[in-house]
Protein backbone atom coordinates (compact mmCIF):
# COMPACT_ATOMS: atom_id res chain seq x y z
CA UNK A 1 0.00 0.00 0.00
CA UNK A 2 2.71 2.46 0.79
CA UNK A 3 4.47 1.86 -2.30
CA UNK A 4 1.39 2.46 -4.87
CA UNK A 5 0.78 5.28 -2.56
CA UNK A 6 4.11 6.90 -3.70
CA UNK A 7 3.81 6.04 -7.41
CA UNK A 8 0.46 7.23 -7.61
CA UNK A 9 1.86 10.84 -6.26
CA UNK A 10 4.75 10.65 -8.78
CA UNK A 11 2.23 10.48 -11.65
CA UNK A 12 0.35 13.11 -10.46
CA UNK A 13 2.59 15.30 -9.91
CA UNK A 14 4.36 14.87 -13.96
CA UNK A 15 0.93 16.08 -15.15
CA UNK A 16 1.37 19.26 -12.92
CA UNK A 17 4.14 21.98 -13.88
CA UNK A 18 7.37 21.21 -13.48
CA UNK A 19 7.91 23.73 -11.30
CA UNK A 20 4.81 22.70 -8.83
CA UNK A 21 5.88 18.85 -9.32
CA UNK A 22 9.59 19.59 -8.09
CA UNK A 23 8.55 21.56 -5.22
CA UNK A 24 5.62 18.74 -4.28
CA UNK A 25 8.41 16.01 -4.52
CA UNK A 26 10.74 17.79 -2.19
CA UNK A 27 7.83 18.76 0.43
CA UNK A 28 6.72 15.33 0.56
CA UNK A 29 8.67 12.48 0.92
CA UNK A 30 11.67 12.83 3.05
CA UNK A 31 12.49 9.66 4.06
CA UNK A 32 12.28 6.18 2.75
CA UNK A 33 8.58 5.37 3.47
CA UNK A 34 5.33 6.81 3.43
CA UNK A 35 2.95 5.81 5.56
CA UNK A 36 -0.65 7.20 7.26
CA UNK A 37 -0.04 10.25 10.25
CA UNK A 38 -0.77 13.54 8.76
CA UNK A 39 -2.79 14.85 5.87
CA UNK A 40 -1.56 16.41 2.73
CA UNK A 41 -3.03 17.42 -0.33
CA UNK A 42 -1.78 16.90 -4.14
CA UNK A 43 -3.81 19.18 -6.57
CA UNK A 44 -3.42 18.08 -10.22
CA UNK A 45 -4.13 20.63 -13.44
CA UNK A 46 -7.77 18.52 -14.55
CA UNK A 47 -9.89 18.32 -11.21
CA UNK A 48 -12.38 16.35 -13.43
CA UNK A 49 -9.90 14.13 -14.86
CA UNK A 50 -7.69 13.36 -11.53
CA UNK A 51 -9.15 12.90 -8.62
CA UNK A 52 -7.86 15.03 -5.25
CA UNK A 53 -5.77 12.41 -3.32
CA UNK A 54 -5.32 12.45 0.85
CA UNK A 55 -2.70 10.77 2.74
CA UNK A 56 -0.86 11.02 5.99
CA UNK A 57 2.80 10.82 6.79
CA UNK A 58 4.87 8.44 8.84
CA UNK A 59 8.86 8.38 8.46
CA UNK A 60 9.84 5.15 9.74
CA UNK A 61 13.07 3.65 10.81
CA UNK A 62 15.11 6.92 11.77
CA UNK A 63 17.81 7.38 13.93
CA UNK A 64 16.27 9.13 17.35
CA UNK A 65 18.19 9.62 20.36
CA UNK A 66 16.17 7.87 23.18
CA UNK A 67 15.90 8.66 26.70
CA UNK A 68 18.03 6.11 29.23
CA UNK A 69 15.59 3.86 30.51
CA UNK A 70 14.91 3.51 34.75
CA UNK A 71 16.78 0.49 36.06
CA UNK A 72 16.93 -0.63 39.86
CA UNK A 73 16.46 -4.13 41.23
CA UNK A 74 13.30 -3.84 43.78
CA UNK A 75 12.53 -7.20 45.17
CA UNK A 76 11.06 -8.76 47.75
CA UNK A 77 11.26 -11.94 49.90
CA UNK A 78 8.29 -14.08 50.36
CA UNK A 79 8.80 -16.64 53.22
CA UNK A 80 7.37 -20.17 53.05
CA UNK A 81 8.96 -21.49 56.76
CA UNK A 82 6.69 -21.39 59.77
CA UNK A 83 3.94 -20.48 57.13
CA UNK A 84 5.27 -16.67 57.78
CA UNK A 85 4.29 -14.80 54.93
CA UNK A 86 2.52 -17.57 51.94
CA UNK A 87 0.52 -19.70 52.28
CA UNK A 88 -0.58 -18.12 55.57
CA UNK A 89 -1.61 -21.32 57.42
CA UNK A 90 -0.63 -25.03 55.85
CA UNK A 91 -4.25 -26.31 56.07
CA UNK A 92 -5.22 -24.00 52.93
CA UNK A 93 -7.28 -24.93 50.04
CA UNK A 94 -5.38 -25.08 46.76
CA UNK A 95 -7.43 -22.18 45.24
CA UNK A 96 -7.21 -20.08 48.62
CA UNK A 97 -3.21 -20.55 48.14
CA UNK A 98 -3.61 -19.32 44.88
CA UNK A 99 -5.43 -16.54 45.62
CA UNK A 100 -3.08 -15.58 48.54
CA UNK A 101 -0.62 -15.56 45.72
CA UNK A 102 -2.31 -13.24 43.00
CA UNK A 103 -2.89 -10.94 45.62
CA UNK A 104 0.60 -11.11 46.76
CA UNK A 105 1.94 -10.34 43.07
CA UNK A 106 -0.84 -7.68 42.01
CA UNK A 107 0.10 -5.86 44.90
CA UNK A 108 4.25 -5.77 43.89
CA UNK A 109 3.20 -4.82 40.72
CA UNK A 110 0.86 -1.91 41.53
CA UNK A 111 3.37 -0.77 43.42
CA UNK A 112 6.00 -0.72 40.93
CA UNK A 113 8.58 -4.19 42.48
CA UNK A 114 10.13 -6.04 39.52
CA UNK A 115 11.06 -8.97 41.36
CA UNK A 116 9.79 -11.64 43.89
CA UNK A 117 12.43 -14.19 46.32
CA UNK A 118 10.33 -16.79 46.82
CA UNK A 119 11.39 -19.60 49.69
CA UNK A 120 10.65 -23.29 47.68
CA UNK A 121 12.55 -25.35 49.88
CA UNK A 122 13.17 -24.08 53.63
CA UNK A 123 14.01 -27.48 55.01
CA UNK A 124 15.00 -30.11 52.86
CA UNK A 125 11.40 -30.13 51.36
CA UNK A 126 9.74 -28.57 48.28
CA UNK A 127 7.11 -26.48 47.53
CA UNK A 128 7.34 -28.07 43.74
CA UNK A 129 6.99 -31.42 42.51
CA UNK A 130 10.67 -33.33 43.30
CA UNK A 131 11.97 -36.58 42.65
CA UNK A 132 14.79 -35.74 45.34
CA UNK A 133 12.78 -34.34 48.38
CA UNK A 134 9.11 -34.70 50.08
CA UNK A 135 6.19 -32.21 49.29
CA UNK A 136 6.62 -29.52 52.25
CA UNK A 137 4.67 -29.66 55.92
CA UNK A 138 4.33 -25.83 55.34
CA UNK A 139 2.47 -25.98 52.12
CA UNK A 140 -0.03 -29.12 53.31
CA UNK A 141 0.43 -29.61 56.53
CA UNK A 142 1.26 -32.84 56.37
CA UNK A 143 5.47 -33.55 55.38
CA UNK A 144 5.75 -35.68 51.74
CA UNK A 145 1.84 -35.19 51.02
CA UNK A 146 1.27 -33.12 47.43
CA UNK A 147 -1.35 -30.98 47.57
CA UNK A 148 -5.16 -31.96 46.44
CA UNK A 149 -5.73 -31.29 43.33
CA UNK A 150 -2.03 -31.18 43.26
CA UNK A 151 -0.38 -28.46 41.32
CA UNK A 152 3.03 -27.13 41.43
CA UNK A 153 3.25 -24.10 43.26
CA UNK A 154 6.73 -23.13 42.04
CA UNK A 155 5.51 -23.04 38.14
CA UNK A 156 2.44 -21.17 39.68
CA UNK A 157 4.51 -18.50 40.79
CA UNK A 158 6.80 -18.50 37.99
CA UNK A 159 4.47 -18.05 35.88
CA UNK A 160 2.27 -15.61 37.45
CA UNK A 161 5.64 -13.42 37.93
CA UNK A 162 6.12 -13.43 34.40
CA UNK A 163 2.30 -12.51 33.78
CA UNK A 164 3.37 -9.27 35.69
CA UNK A 165 6.74 -8.41 34.25
CA UNK A 166 8.70 -9.51 37.17
CA UNK A 167 10.95 -12.06 38.02
CA UNK A 168 10.86 -14.89 40.03
CA UNK A 169 13.91 -16.04 42.02
CA UNK A 170 13.93 -19.38 43.66
CA UNK A 171 15.02 -19.21 47.59
CA UNK A 172 16.23 -22.13 48.65
CA UNK A 173 18.13 -23.07 52.00
CA UNK A 174 21.32 -25.08 51.98
CA UNK A 175 21.90 -26.57 54.72
CA UNK A 176 18.61 -26.53 57.19
CA UNK A 177 17.11 -30.36 57.36
CA UNK A 178 14.10 -30.24 59.45
CA UNK A 179 12.61 -26.69 61.24
CA UNK A 180 11.30 -26.70 64.66
CA UNK A 181 7.77 -25.46 63.14
CA UNK A 182 7.67 -28.06 60.75
CA UNK A 183 5.88 -30.63 62.81
CA UNK A 184 7.61 -34.17 63.84
CA UNK A 185 9.68 -35.94 61.91
CA UNK A 186 8.29 -38.21 60.06
CA UNK A 187 9.46 -41.26 57.76
CA UNK A 188 9.23 -38.78 54.65
CA UNK A 189 11.88 -36.46 56.29
CA UNK A 190 15.24 -35.94 54.62
CA UNK A 191 16.45 -36.15 58.65
CA UNK A 192 15.36 -39.99 57.87
CA UNK A 193 16.27 -40.29 54.59
CA UNK A 194 20.05 -38.86 54.83
CA UNK A 195 20.32 -40.00 58.62
CA UNK A 196 23.85 -39.97 58.04
CA UNK A 197 24.08 -36.56 56.72
CA UNK A 198 21.92 -34.59 60.01
CA UNK A 199 22.39 -33.51 63.04
CA UNK A 200 19.87 -32.44 65.99
CA UNK A 201 20.68 -29.28 67.52
CA UNK A 202 19.59 -28.41 70.67
CA UNK A 203 16.81 -25.81 69.66
CA UNK A 204 15.13 -29.25 68.05
CA UNK A 205 16.30 -28.05 64.63
CA UNK A 206 18.46 -30.44 62.54
CA UNK A 207 21.16 -29.48 59.90
CA UNK A 208 22.99 -31.33 57.37
CA UNK A 209 26.46 -31.46 57.59
CA UNK A 210 27.71 -28.81 55.52
CA UNK A 211 31.97 -30.41 55.34
CA UNK A 212 30.23 -33.71 54.50
CA UNK A 213 30.66 -34.13 50.47
CA UNK A 214 27.77 -36.04 50.52
CA UNK A 215 25.54 -33.27 51.77
CA UNK A 216 27.34 -30.96 48.72
CA UNK A 217 26.04 -33.67 46.34
CA UNK A 218 22.79 -33.85 47.47
CA UNK A 219 22.13 -30.11 47.75
CA UNK A 220 23.70 -29.53 44.12
CA UNK A 221 21.59 -32.25 42.87
CA UNK A 222 18.31 -30.25 44.42
CA UNK A 223 19.93 -27.03 42.51
CA UNK A 224 20.50 -28.34 39.32
CA UNK A 225 17.00 -30.36 39.51
CA UNK A 226 15.09 -26.83 39.59
CA UNK A 227 17.35 -24.67 37.66
CA UNK A 228 17.10 -27.24 34.34
CA UNK A 229 13.28 -28.16 35.20
CA UNK A 230 12.01 -24.53 35.56
CA UNK A 231 11.59 -21.42 33.46
CA UNK A 232 13.13 -19.14 36.73
CA UNK A 233 15.34 -16.17 36.93
CA UNK A 234 17.51 -17.05 39.38
CA UNK A 235 18.66 -18.93 42.38
CA UNK A 236 18.89 -17.50 45.74
CA UNK A 237 20.59 -18.39 49.42
CA UNK A 238 20.34 -16.68 52.44
CA UNK A 239 22.61 -16.48 55.66
CA UNK A 240 21.49 -19.69 56.85
CA UNK A 241 25.34 -21.45 56.50
CA UNK A 242 26.55 -22.91 59.87
CA UNK A 243 24.03 -22.59 62.12
CA UNK A 244 23.99 -19.56 64.57
CA UNK A 245 25.05 -20.44 67.83
CA UNK A 246 21.75 -19.92 69.65
CA UNK A 247 20.43 -22.76 67.81
CA UNK A 248 22.92 -25.28 69.54
CA UNK A 249 22.99 -23.32 72.79
CA UNK A 250 26.22 -21.38 72.25
CA UNK A 251 27.45 -25.06 72.29
CA UNK A 252 30.04 -25.94 68.71
CA UNK A 253 28.33 -27.28 65.97
CA UNK A 254 28.26 -31.25 66.50
CA UNK A 255 30.41 -32.38 63.30
CA UNK A 256 33.17 -34.50 65.22
CA UNK A 257 32.46 -37.37 62.40
CA UNK A 258 33.05 -35.61 59.24
CA UNK A 259 35.75 -33.82 61.43
CA UNK A 260 38.19 -36.94 62.44
CA UNK A 261 37.65 -38.32 58.90
CA UNK A 262 39.16 -34.88 57.62
CA UNK A 263 42.21 -35.35 60.29
CA UNK A 264 42.47 -39.05 59.43
CA UNK A 265 42.92 -38.24 56.27
CA UNK A 266 45.44 -35.90 56.46
CA UNK A 267 44.25 -32.75 56.79
CA UNK A 268 46.04 -30.08 57.84
CA UNK A 269 43.19 -26.81 58.31
CA UNK A 270 42.21 -25.79 61.83
CA UNK A 271 38.63 -26.84 62.27
CA UNK A 272 36.99 -23.46 61.80
CA UNK A 273 39.10 -22.89 58.06
CA UNK A 274 37.94 -26.73 57.28
CA UNK A 275 34.19 -25.26 58.08
CA UNK A 276 35.12 -22.26 56.19
CA UNK A 277 36.35 -23.87 53.24
CA UNK A 278 33.94 -26.48 52.75
CA UNK A 279 31.55 -23.44 52.37
CA UNK A 280 33.70 -21.57 49.94
CA UNK A 281 33.78 -24.82 47.51
CA UNK A 282 30.40 -25.26 47.53
CA UNK A 283 29.74 -21.81 46.73
CA UNK A 284 31.75 -21.79 43.93
CA UNK A 285 30.65 -25.12 42.81
CA UNK A 286 26.92 -23.60 42.84
CA UNK A 287 27.90 -20.85 41.11
CA UNK A 288 29.28 -22.85 37.81
CA UNK A 289 26.54 -25.51 38.05
CA UNK A 290 24.33 -22.65 37.63
CA UNK A 291 25.34 -21.22 34.85
CA UNK A 292 26.70 -24.78 33.35
CA UNK A 293 22.76 -25.47 33.12
CA UNK A 294 21.38 -22.76 31.74
CA UNK A 295 23.85 -19.55 31.50
CA UNK A 296 21.29 -16.58 32.05
CA UNK A 297 20.04 -17.74 35.10
CA UNK A 298 21.44 -16.14 38.18
CA UNK A 299 22.71 -17.31 41.51
CA UNK A 300 22.40 -14.65 44.70
CA UNK A 301 23.14 -14.43 48.46
CA UNK A 302 21.58 -12.78 50.93
CA UNK A 303 24.69 -13.00 53.91
CA UNK A 304 24.60 -11.52 56.88
CA UNK A 305 24.91 -8.04 57.25
CA UNK A 306 28.97 -7.88 59.34
CA UNK A 307 31.26 -9.41 57.70
CA UNK A 308 33.59 -9.09 60.70
CA UNK A 309 33.33 -6.42 63.62
CA UNK A 310 35.60 -3.33 62.32
CA UNK A 311 34.76 -4.39 58.97
CA UNK A 312 34.57 -0.94 58.62
CA UNK A 313 35.74 0.29 61.38
CA UNK A 314 33.62 0.95 64.41
CA UNK A 315 31.28 -2.12 63.28
CA UNK A 316 30.02 -3.88 66.21
CA UNK A 317 28.06 -7.11 66.15
CA UNK A 318 28.02 -11.01 65.03
CA UNK A 319 30.62 -12.05 63.15
CA UNK A 320 29.77 -14.30 60.50
CA UNK A 321 33.05 -15.58 59.49
CA UNK A 322 33.85 -16.91 63.11
CA UNK A 323 30.28 -18.18 63.78
CA UNK A 324 28.26 -18.67 60.34
CA UNK A 325 31.79 -19.70 59.38
CA UNK A 326 30.79 -17.68 56.27
CA UNK A 327 33.41 -15.90 54.34
CA UNK A 328 31.07 -13.75 52.55
CA UNK A 329 33.72 -11.52 51.30
CA UNK A 330 35.36 -13.72 49.82
CA UNK A 331 32.62 -14.81 47.60
CA UNK A 332 32.29 -11.25 46.30
CA UNK A 333 35.98 -10.30 45.76
CA UNK A 334 36.00 -13.82 43.30
CA UNK A 335 32.65 -13.40 41.78
CA UNK A 336 30.79 -16.84 43.03
CA UNK A 337 27.54 -14.71 42.61
CA UNK A 338 25.79 -12.53 40.41
CA UNK A 339 23.84 -10.37 42.91
CA UNK A 340 24.86 -10.41 46.26
CA UNK A 341 22.29 -8.83 49.19
CA UNK A 342 24.06 -8.33 52.38
CA UNK A 343 21.23 -8.06 54.81
CA UNK A 344 21.62 -4.37 56.31
CA UNK A 345 19.14 -4.40 58.99
CA UNK A 346 19.66 -0.95 60.82
CA UNK A 347 18.71 2.50 60.49
CA UNK A 348 20.70 4.72 58.89
CA UNK A 349 21.57 6.77 62.38
CA UNK A 350 22.52 3.26 64.12
CA UNK A 351 26.21 3.78 65.87
CA UNK A 352 27.21 0.09 66.18
CA UNK A 353 25.61 -0.89 62.48
CA UNK A 354 25.57 2.15 60.59
CA UNK A 355 23.43 1.45 56.98
CA UNK A 356 25.59 3.75 54.76
CA UNK A 357 29.38 2.88 56.12
CA UNK A 358 28.39 -0.94 56.01
CA UNK A 359 27.10 -0.76 52.10
CA UNK A 360 29.79 1.34 51.66
CA UNK A 361 32.50 -1.19 52.62
CA UNK A 362 31.12 -4.29 51.01
CA UNK A 363 30.93 -1.80 47.64
CA UNK A 364 34.41 -1.54 48.34
CA UNK A 365 34.60 -5.10 48.68
CA UNK A 366 32.64 -5.71 44.90
CA UNK A 367 35.93 -6.14 42.87
CA UNK A 368 33.90 -7.91 40.62
CA UNK A 369 31.34 -5.82 39.54
CA UNK A 370 28.64 -7.50 40.72
CA UNK A 371 25.43 -6.70 41.48
CA UNK A 372 24.93 -5.13 45.21
CA UNK A 373 21.65 -4.99 46.49
CA UNK A 374 20.72 -4.47 49.95
CA UNK A 375 18.36 -6.49 52.02
CA UNK A 376 16.14 -3.81 54.04
CA UNK A 377 14.44 -4.65 57.38
CA UNK A 378 11.17 -3.33 56.23
CA UNK A 379 9.42 -5.57 59.04
CA UNK A 380 11.23 -4.66 62.02
CA UNK A 381 13.79 -1.80 61.19
CA UNK A 382 13.63 0.08 64.95
CA UNK A 383 12.79 3.33 64.46
CA UNK A 384 9.54 5.44 65.58
CA UNK A 385 8.82 6.53 61.61
CA UNK A 386 9.48 2.94 59.23
CA UNK A 387 8.06 3.77 55.74
CA UNK A 388 10.11 7.45 56.23
CA UNK A 389 13.25 5.55 57.30
CA UNK A 390 13.21 2.47 54.25
CA UNK A 391 12.47 5.29 51.64
CA UNK A 392 15.52 7.29 52.96
CA UNK A 393 18.04 3.96 52.99
CA UNK A 394 16.41 3.30 49.01
CA UNK A 395 17.59 6.70 48.37
CA UNK A 396 21.16 6.19 50.47
CA UNK A 397 21.64 2.81 48.23
CA UNK A 398 21.06 5.12 44.92
CA UNK A 399 23.37 7.51 45.74
CA UNK A 400 26.07 4.94 47.61
CA UNK A 401 25.15 2.16 44.09
CA UNK A 402 24.50 5.30 41.41
CA UNK A 403 24.04 2.93 38.16
CA UNK A 404 23.31 -0.16 39.69
CA UNK A 405 20.83 0.51 42.79
CA UNK A 406 18.51 -2.18 43.79
CA UNK A 407 17.13 -3.76 47.04
CA UNK A 408 14.99 -6.34 48.59
CA UNK A 409 12.49 -5.96 51.32
CA UNK A 410 12.48 -8.48 54.23
CA UNK A 411 9.82 -9.21 53.87
CA UNK A 412 6.57 -8.90 51.81
CA UNK A 413 4.70 -8.81 55.44
CA UNK A 414 6.95 -5.62 55.83
CA UNK A 415 5.05 -3.92 53.10
CA UNK A 416 1.26 -4.92 53.84
CA UNK A 417 1.01 -4.68 57.96
CA UNK A 418 2.33 -0.90 57.96
CA UNK A 419 -0.68 0.75 56.71
CA UNK A 420 2.00 4.12 54.96
CA UNK A 421 4.72 1.85 53.76
CA UNK A 422 3.42 1.68 50.26
CA UNK A 423 2.20 4.65 49.66
CA UNK A 424 5.38 6.39 50.96
CA UNK A 425 7.47 4.26 48.67
CA UNK A 426 4.90 4.53 45.46
CA UNK A 427 4.41 8.17 46.11
CA UNK A 428 8.67 8.28 46.78
CA UNK A 429 11.73 5.92 45.04
CA UNK A 430 8.92 3.85 43.28
CA UNK A 431 6.71 6.40 41.29
CA UNK A 432 7.75 5.20 38.17
CA UNK A 433 8.74 1.46 36.87
CA UNK A 434 11.90 0.11 36.47
CA UNK A 435 13.84 -2.42 34.33
CA UNK A 436 16.36 -4.37 36.47
CA UNK A 437 20.28 -3.52 35.95
CA UNK A 438 21.47 -5.33 33.23
CA UNK A 439 24.10 -8.45 34.21
CA UNK A 440 27.32 -7.57 31.25
CA UNK A 441 29.56 -10.62 32.74
CA UNK A 442 26.64 -12.98 31.29
CA UNK A 443 26.99 -13.35 27.64
CA UNK A 444 23.70 -13.46 25.82
CA UNK A 445 22.23 -13.94 22.04
CA UNK A 446 21.16 -9.95 21.05
CA UNK A 447 17.86 -9.59 20.45
CA UNK A 448 16.24 -8.76 17.23
CA UNK A 449 15.18 -5.28 16.49
CA UNK A 450 11.36 -5.66 16.93
CA UNK A 451 9.00 -4.55 14.03
CA UNK A 452 6.75 -1.51 14.29
CA UNK A 453 3.48 -1.47 12.82
CA UNK A 454 1.06 2.29 13.07
CA UNK A 455 -1.95 2.67 11.45
CA UNK A 456 -3.64 6.63 11.84
CA UNK A 457 -7.26 6.77 13.47
CA UNK A 458 -7.80 9.95 12.99
CA UNK A 459 -7.30 11.22 16.60
CA UNK A 460 -5.08 8.50 17.60
CA UNK A 461 -2.28 6.11 16.40
CA UNK A 462 -3.21 2.35 16.42
CA UNK A 463 0.15 1.28 17.14
CA UNK A 464 1.57 -2.78 17.19
CA UNK A 465 4.85 -4.44 17.41
CA UNK A 466 6.29 -8.09 16.97
CA UNK A 467 10.08 -9.50 16.96
CA UNK A 468 11.00 -12.63 15.35
CA UNK A 469 12.49 -14.17 18.34
CA UNK A 470 10.06 -13.35 20.80
CA UNK A 471 10.37 -16.56 22.55
CA UNK A 472 13.78 -14.41 24.01
CA UNK A 473 11.75 -11.62 24.97
CA UNK A 474 10.72 -10.83 28.67
CA UNK A 475 9.22 -7.00 28.47
CA UNK A 476 9.09 -4.16 25.74
CA UNK A 477 9.57 -0.64 25.95
CA UNK A 478 7.24 1.94 24.03
CA UNK A 479 8.53 5.41 23.84
CA UNK A 480 6.46 8.23 22.83
CA UNK A 481 7.45 11.67 21.93
CA UNK A 482 5.11 14.66 22.43
CA UNK A 483 6.75 17.91 21.27
CA UNK A 484 10.31 16.86 20.77
CA UNK A 485 10.12 15.23 24.71
CA UNK A 486 10.00 11.83 25.11
CA UNK A 487 7.78 9.18 27.20
CA UNK A 488 9.16 6.06 28.39
CA UNK A 489 6.74 3.00 29.11
CA UNK A 490 7.62 -0.43 30.50
CA UNK A 491 5.50 -3.24 29.13
CA UNK A 492 4.64 -6.75 29.73
CA UNK A 493 5.46 -9.42 27.22
CA UNK A 494 1.70 -10.29 26.62
CA UNK A 495 1.48 -6.61 25.67
CA UNK A 496 1.59 -6.33 21.99
CA UNK A 497 -0.57 -2.89 20.92
CA UNK A 498 -1.47 0.10 22.24
CA UNK A 499 -3.82 3.26 21.06
CA UNK A 500 -1.81 6.03 21.16
CA UNK A 501 -2.99 9.74 21.49
CA UNK A 502 -1.79 11.98 18.64
CA UNK A 503 -2.03 15.06 21.17
CA UNK A 504 -2.11 14.82 24.88
CA UNK A 505 -2.26 18.08 27.50
CA UNK A 506 -2.18 20.70 24.50
CA UNK A 507 1.08 19.02 23.03
CA UNK A 508 1.33 16.71 19.94
CA UNK A 509 2.81 13.15 19.25
CA UNK A 510 5.96 13.37 16.87
CA UNK A 511 7.30 9.86 16.82
CA UNK A 512 7.00 6.91 18.27
CA UNK A 513 10.04 3.69 18.73
CA UNK A 514 9.57 0.49 20.34
CA UNK A 515 12.65 -1.86 22.02
CA UNK A 516 12.35 -5.19 23.48
CA UNK A 517 14.16 -6.46 26.81
CA UNK A 518 15.37 -9.87 27.47
CA UNK A 519 15.66 -11.51 30.52
CA UNK A 520 18.63 -9.86 31.43
CA UNK A 521 17.75 -6.76 30.98
CA UNK A 522 19.43 -6.48 27.92
CA UNK A 523 17.97 -3.71 25.23
CA UNK A 524 17.62 -4.94 21.43
CA UNK A 525 18.03 -1.88 19.24
CA UNK A 526 14.81 -0.04 18.30
CA UNK A 527 12.64 0.94 15.78
CA UNK A 528 11.13 4.44 15.58
CA UNK A 529 8.58 6.27 13.31
CA UNK A 530 7.99 9.77 13.41
CA UNK A 531 4.69 11.03 13.04
CA UNK A 532 4.31 13.71 10.72
Request: hydrophobic share 35%; with cysteine.
Amino acid sequence: MKISKIKLVSILSLLASFATSCAASNNSVKTKTVAKTKTSTVKTPDPKTVPQISTTIIEEDFKVNLPAINREFRGAWIASVANINWPSRNNLSVEQQKMEAINMLNMLQENNFNAVIFQARPSADALYTSELEPWSYFLTGKTGEAPYPNYDPVQFWIEESHKRGMELHVWLNPYRAHHSNGGAVSSQSMVNKLSDLTVRLKNGMYWFDPANPKTQGHVSNVVKDLVKRYDLDAIHFDDYFYPYATYNSGRDFPDSVSWNAYINSGGTLTRADWRRDSVNKFVERIYKEIHAEKSYVRFGISPFGIWKPGFPEGVVGSSQFDELYADAKLWLNNGWVDYFSPQLYWPIESKGQPFGSLLNWWKSENIMNRHLWPGLNTVEIRVSDKPTEIKNQIELTRQILVNDAGEIHWSIAGLTKNSNMLPTLKNGPYKEKALTPKSPWIKSVPLDKPTLFTNDNGVSIQTSWSSKNIKNVFQWVLFTQYNGVWETEILTLENLSKEIAKTKNGKTLTAIAIKAIDRLGNESDYMAKKVK
